[in-house]
């Protein structure tokens, strides 16, 4: 299992240009003859903030509530987030099978097919980051100390995505059904995952469960360090209608790391060991 | 460094006939029997499978130039893929000693979207060159290629042979220490095939180890000094090349396989579009089409070849130059196009087909269904290619009309 891993990162590491090669041409091949140009990059994430727009309007509308900018901010950072991991599983899934004429014809490690669709879907992202960047403070975010945690976060989320993404290109490529299973769970997958809302807003027990899904964590994370300015060493407790909730626990951090790294270890080792039934079954 | 530059040992492949479990839905039972039953050993073949290749043993020297020979289906491809780590035996055992670069399908990491110097950059790396090699030997690249000014151009405007070219040059300048070659002669025209056969002989003489698969007798007797013949996974003849050369031909001349008893799909026509014995000026095109009705659920592999004196000239498959077989339910017929430049030449030449399966079997064989004499005109141009196009048809993959290279030109 070592042994899989350490050629795994060795054969990746030696093929890198290769990667970076990859991604670039799904890169140019994005924006060439694109009519929205560089907008697509931020298109899924507005979708995402209108939407979760639309639904906190009808809860607040519901509760007797207005809208808050914080709000917005809160939707905005967890659907970036969602943006990435979809867009790049979306690339990914597909990204043997739409290769197949590599993969029958010439040796590389595998690997680099669906890695370089998280690499092009990193690009799309960093525009998204961007973008947020500009936006934020106008939402009335202000710089924080506990914007450290970001990078953490962010590499957990590529490492959890990049994980998934393995596993998934490799189903595709053995069961054909994969993809349109993969199509529809992300399509619903917005809702079982806290972006729209937040965990707390479920009461005690739908809160526990929504912590199940890894990327909890790491979204709930991403919101808590950038708008809220909360340093998430320590448990973060809030007064709801008098009761108070705890809205952050450090252990699902931890939690989300733990899925993150065992899913990206485990789909790398499954990855490696079936790499050479591709050219016959693809 | 050792002498030996690749060594196989008594390596057997196994295929699977037929449909796999390709969707969810059909994992379950079917693992659900392997446990009931237990995996077959790898030694034994299931109802549905078939050896690709038996037994097969062999080794090349350092500097040596492999020649490995045989009829469709034969199991060169297969071991081609062996070699370049594509496939991994079932059993038995393969060593390479050195840097591998292959010659096969030498345009299969282009995009059409992307432009040739984009391309030079990407299929340089998929083939496993540093940028740095890249950047260095680009204008050499670019040169070898004969692409020039279009380099900036995106490659779907590029002619098939010119893709071919392009490709060729980049996998060219690799610079391997074991080169695999496999069918690449009929690269663009004869200018170029000139300046491929000049480079391999280069590369020979600098040390570099060669397997070279063709059907061009006089290609594989001009650059091998020994050859493998394979027939049906096996290893028929080896060593001294005249001899294997001379087995193949022995096999080869009126070479008429054997019939399936039950033959699970006929011709219902194959005909010239352009007339049944013609005469054509050098570099023209001819299209052929094949009707072939399956009474059975089939995955059929159609094949084209044309000979001349009985030797082959172009001899290619549907599965090779699709890369999957036909699949046709019982009573569907499909209509395929053969499209050849005659870019050969002077002479007569005979036009066969055959209906195989991916098993190695053969359900049809027609060594003479057309013939085709190519004038006397001394100015040969244009490529030898055979574009292929799948028409009509009720069966799953009657899709696009595609142009793969492939097919086999003679020498000058």
Same mark, same amino acid.
């Given at each position: 299992?070592?042994?899989d891993?350490?050629?795994?990162?060795?054969?990746?590491?030696?093929?890198?240009?290769?990667?970076?090669?990859?991604?670039?041409?799904?890169?140019?091949?994005?924006?060439?003859?694109?009519?929205?140009?560089?907008?697509?990059?931020?298109?899924?994430?507005?979708?995402?903030?209108?939407?979760?727009?639309?639904?906190?309007?009808?809860?607040?509308? %519901?509760?007797?509530?207005?809208?808050?900018?914080?709000?917005?901010?809160?939707?905005?950072?967890?659907?970036?987030?969602?943006?990435?991991?979809?867009?790049?599983?979306?690339?990914?899934?597909s990204?043997?099978?739409?290769?197949?004429?590599?993969?029958?014809?010439?040796?590389?490690p595998?690997?680099?097919?669906?890695?370089?669709?998280?690499?092009?879907?990193?690009?799309?992202?960093?525009?998204?980051?961007?973008?947020?960047?500009?936006?934020?403070?106008?939402?009335?975010?202000?710089?924080h100390?506990?914007?450290?945690?970001?990078?953490?976060?962010?590499?957990?989320?590529?490492?959890?995505?990049?994980?998934?993404?393995?596993?998934?290109?490799?189903?595709?490529?053995?069961?054909?059904?994969?993809?349109?299973?993969?199509?529809?769970?992300?399509?619903?997958?917005?809702?079982?995952?806290?972006?729209?809302?937040?965990?707390?807003?479920?009461?005690?027990?739908?809160?526990?469960?929504?912590?199940?899904?890894?990327?909890t964590?790491?979204?709930?994370?991403?919101?808590?360090?950038?708008?809220?300015?909360?340093?998430l060493?320590?448990?973060?407790?809030?007064?709801?209608?008098?009761?108070?909730?705890?809205?952050?626990?450090?252990?699902?951090?931890?939690?989300?790391?733990? %899925?993150?790294?065992?899913?990206?270890?485990?789909?790398?080792?499954?990855?490696?060991?079936?790499?050479?039934?591709?050219?016959?079954?693809? | 460094?050792?002498?030996?530059?690749?060594?196989?040992?008594?390596?057997?492949?196994? &295929?699977?006939?037929?449909e796999?479990?390709?969707?969810?839905?059909?994992? @379950?039972? /079917?693992?659900?029997?392997?446990?009931?039953?237990?995996?077959?050993?790898?030694?034994?073949?299931?109802?549905?499978?078939?050896?690709?290749?038996?037994?097969?043993?062999?080794?090349?020297?350092?500097?040596?130039?492999?020649?490995?020979?045989?009829?469709?289906?034969?199991?060169?491809?297969?071991?081609?893929?062996?070699?370049?780590?594509?496939?991994?035996?079932?059993?038995?055992?393969?060593?390479? !000693?050195?840097?591998?670069?292959?010659?096969?399908?030498?345009?299969?990491?282009?995009?059409?979207?992307?432009?040739?110097?984009? !391309?030079?950059?990407?299929?340089?790396?998929?083939?496993?060159?540093?940028?740095?090699?890249?950047?260095?030997? &680009?204008?050499?690249?670019v040169?070898?290629?004969?692409?020039?000014?279009?380099?900036d151009?995106?490659?779907?405007?590029?002619?098939?042979?010119?893709n071919?070219?392009?490709?060729f040059?980049?996998?060219?300048?690799?610079?391997?220490?074991?080169?695999?070659?496999?069918?690449?002669?009929?690269?663009?025209?004869?200018?170029?095939?000139?300046?491929?056969?000049?480079?391999?002989?280069?590369?020979?003489?600098?040390?570099?180890?060669?397997?070279?698969?063709?059907?061009?007798?006089?290609?594989?007797?001009?650059l091998?000094?020994?050859?493998?013949?394979?027939?049906? +996974?096996?290893?028929?003849?080896?060593?001294?090349?005249?001899?294997?050369?001379?087995?193949?031909?022995?096999? +080869?001349?009126?070479?008429?396989?054997?019939?399936?008893?039950?033959?699970?799909?006929?011709?219902?026509?194959?005909?010239?579009?352009?007339?049944?014995?013609?005469?054509?000026?050098?570099?023209?095109?001819?299209?052929?089409?094949?009707?072939?009705?399956?009474?059975?659920?089939?995955?059929?592999?159609?094949?084209?070849? @044309?000979s001349? /004196?009985?030797?082959?000239?172009?001899?290619?498959?549907?599965?090779?130059?699709?890369?999957?077989?036909?699949r046709?339910?019982? +009573?569907?017929?499909?209509?395929?196009?053969?499209?050849?430049?005659? !870019?050969?030449?002077?002479?007569?030449?005979?036009?066969?087909?055959?209906?195989?399966?991916f098993?190695?079997?053969?359900?049809?064989h027609? /060594?003479?269904?057309?013939?085709?004499?190519?004038?006397?005109?001394?100015?040969?141009?244009?490529?030898?290619?055979?574009?292929?196009?799948?028409?009509?048809?009720?069966?799953?993959? /009657?899709?696009?009309?595609?142009?793969?290279?492939?097919?086999?030109?003679?020498?000058?």
């Amino acid at each position: 299992m070592i042994a899989d891993i350490r050629t795994a990162t060795i054969e990746v590491w030696e093929h890198r240009e290769l990667l970076e090669q990859l991604a670039r041409r799904d890169i140019k091949l994005r924006y060439k003859q694109a009519a929205m140009g560089f907008a697509w990059a931020i298109f899924m994430p507005c979708l995402i903030v209108l939407s979760g727009l639309i639904i906190r309007f009808a809860m607040a509308q %519901i509760s007797g509530q207005s809208l808050a900018k914080v709000d917005i901010a809160n939707i905005a950072v967890k659907g970036v987030g969602w943006a990435f991991f979809v867009g790049a599983l979306g690339f990914a899934t597909s990204s043997l099978v739409g290769n197949s004429a590599l993969v029958t014809k010439i040796y590389f490690p595998r690997e680099v097919l669906p890695l370089s669709s998280v690499g092009a879907q990193s690009f799309d992202t960093s525009i998204g980051l961007l973008t947020l960047l500009v936006i934020l403070p106008f939402l009335g975010v202000r710089l924080h100390a506990s914007l450290v945690w970001v990078p953490l976060l962010l590499l957990l989320l590529v490492l959890f995505t990049t994980g998934v993404s393995l596993f998934l290109s490799c189903a595709n490529l053995f069961f054909r059904d994969v993809k349109y299973i993969v199509q529809i769970v992300l399509m619903f997958g917005i809702f079982f995952t806290p972006i729209f809302y937040e965990p707390s807003m479920l009461g005690a027990r739908g809160s526990q469960l929504a912590v199940l899904n890894p990327l909890t964590g790491i979204l709930e994370g991403l919101r808590l360090s950038v708008v809220e300015g909360r340093d998430l060493l320590h448990p973060i407790s809030v007064v709801i209608k008098g009761v108070e909730r705890q809205v952050w626990n450090p252990w699902e951090l931890a939690y989300s790391a733990t %899925i993150a790294i065992a899913g990206m270890l485990g789909s790398t080792v499954m990855f490696r060991r079936l790499q050479h039934l591709f050219a016959e079954y693809v | 460094m050792t002498d030996v530059a690749i060594e196989m040992d008594t390596v057997w492949k196994k &295929f699977q006939r037929g449909e796999r479990h390709d969707s969810l839905r059909d994992l @379950v039972p /079917a693992v659900a029997r392997r446990i009931l039953h237990g995996a077959p050993p790898a030694g034994v073949l299931g109802e549905a499978d078939f050896w690709a290749l038996r037994d097969v043993s062999f080794q090349v020297e350092r500097g040596d130039a492999l020649g490995i020979i045989g009829h469709n289906g034969a199991g060169k491809s297969t071991l081609l893929k062996i070699l370049t780590k594509l496939l991994r035996p079932t059993m038995g055992t393969y060593q390479t !000693n050195g840097r591998v670069g292959a010659l096969i399908e030498v345009t299969a990491g282009f995009h059409p979207d992307l432009t040739g110097r984009e !391309n030079i950059f990407l299929n340089g790396a998929i083939i496993g060159m540093r940028r740095t090699d890249i950047e260095r030997r &680009f204008d050499a690249i670019v040169d070898f290629s004969g692409i020039g000014e279009f380099i900036d151009t995106p490659v779907k405007r590029y002619s098939s042979g010119m893709n071919a070219r392009l490709g060729f040059s980049i996998a060219a300048h690799l610079e391997p220490e074991i080169l695999i070659i496999d069918e690449v002669l009929s690269v663009g025209d004869y200018t170029f095939q000139g300046k491929c056969i000049r480079w391999m002989q280069d590369l020979l003489k600098n040390g570099t180890t060669v397997i070279f698969v063709s059907h061009n007798m006089d290609a594989v007797l001009s650059l091998c000094n020994s050859a493998i013949l394979l027939d049906h +996974g096996r290893v028929a003849a080896k060593g001294e090349l005249t001899k294997v050369v001379g087995e193949y031909y022995k096999s +080869g001349g009126r070479w008429q396989p054997e019939l399936l008893a039950q033959a699970r799909a006929r011709t219902v026509e194959f005909s010239c579009a352009q007339g049944r014995d013609l005469l054509v000026d050098p570099g023209e095109r001819v299209t052929f089409e094949h009707t072939i009705t399956a009474t059975a659920d089939s995955e059929l592999t159609p094949g084209f070849f @044309v000979s001349r /004196a009985d030797k082959p000239v172009v001899d290619t498959t549907y599965a090779r130059m699709r890369g999957h077989p036909l699949r046709l339910r019982a +009573g569907e017929s499909a209509t395929i196009r053969w499209s050849l430049a005659f !870019n050969l030449p002077a002479g007569v030449y005979e036009i066969g087909f055959h209906i195989g399966d991916f098993a190695g079997g053969y359900h049809e064989h027609q /060594a003479r269904a057309c013939i085709v004499t190519v004038g006397d005109d001394p100015r040969v141009r244009g490529d030898s290619y055979v574009a292929l196009d799948l028409q009509e048809g009720s069966g799953a993959d /009657a899709r696009v009309l595609s142009r793969a290279p492939s097919g086999q030109g003679v020498l000058p």
